[in-house]
Every structure is written in C-alpha cells, then in structure tokens.
C-alpha cells in the first residue's frame, strides 16, 4: 500500500502503532526530522498528522512549513492542557477544508446547468465567484497561483 498518509507525532507509541497498521502511514518523529528533509517526506502525502507532546512550542518551524504545504492537516496537542497556539494551524485547515468544498459544490452545479444554453447568469456568478476562491487560495491561503505568467 502507498504512503499517503504522514504520522509526525513526538509519541514513540504513535509511530509504532502506526508503522505497524499497514495502512499507508508514513511516520517519523518530528524532533528527529531535519527541516531540509521535509518536502520529501511531504511529497506524495495527502494527509498529514501531527501530534506534538508540548504543543507548537516542540515544532515551531516545522509546523509552519508543513502548513504552508497546503496538505489537509490534523494538528493535535499531546498535552492535558489544550494549546491556545494550535488552533491557528487547524483554522488554516478548516479554510482549505471550506474552499474544496465550495469547489466541490461549484464542479457539481456546473454538471448540472452543462446541457442546457440557458442559465447564462448563473454561469457568469460561478465564474466571478471561481475568481474570487482564486484570489482566497493564492492571497489568504498561500496556494500557488497556476495561472501567474
């Protein structure tokens, strides 16, 4: 089974149970994982995991360059007490999670109106509003821009 899944938690326990799940995990513990070695391990992932014992704090730098990657991306504190600081990372998530859905939802209607020449306006409102998840994924989310020249 491919690798797309990535377990980065500074859980030994963690990274075992999950090598060992023959589920497509990928794992590594972020205190051992240089920051030059990440976008390897990030390519061909389409999930990412994090489970950090002492917060942002333990991967500061790491876990900004593994959101500023624009995978989905779960980021769980190991601690008791929650991490005021992780929300950040998982707000940037629920971003992501609501543009694919938007684009989900934008895909589907246009499905829908394609065999028909009527809804002309309604094709035009999709278009304005494909630009404006445009301009939100490149500005706001860090996406890059495909259709730069």
């Known amino acids: 089974m491919p690798a ?16 060992q799940a023959d589920s497509g ?3 590594a513990n972020p205190a051992r994982v240089d920051l030059a070695d990440l976008p390897g391990m990030l390519e061909g992932v389409e999930v990412v995991v994090i489970r950090l014992l002492g917060g942002r704090r333990a ?17 769980l ?25 938007a684009e989900a939802a934008i895909f589907n209607r246009l499905q829908q109106i ?15 509003a494909v630009a404006g998840l445009r301009i ?9 821009d495909w259709e730069q020249k």
């Open 25 to 27: 995990w990928k794992v």
């Open 77 to 101: 504190s190991g601690e008791a007490a929650p991490d005021a600081e992780l929300p950040v990372a998982r707000e940037h998530l629920i971003h992501v999670c609501r543009v694919e859905a």
């Open 59 to 75: 991967w500061e730098e790491g876990l900004d360059a593994v959101i500023s990657a624009n995978l989905p991306t779960v980021v």
């Open 4 to 19: 797309n899944l990535l377990l980065l938690s500074t859980a030994d326990t963690d990274l075992l149970a999950a090598s």
């Open 114 to 128: 394609s065999q028909s020449s009527e809804h002309q306006a309604e094709r035009q409102a999709i278009e304005d």
């Open 136 to 144: 939100l994924k490149t500005d706001i989310l860090g996406f890059p």
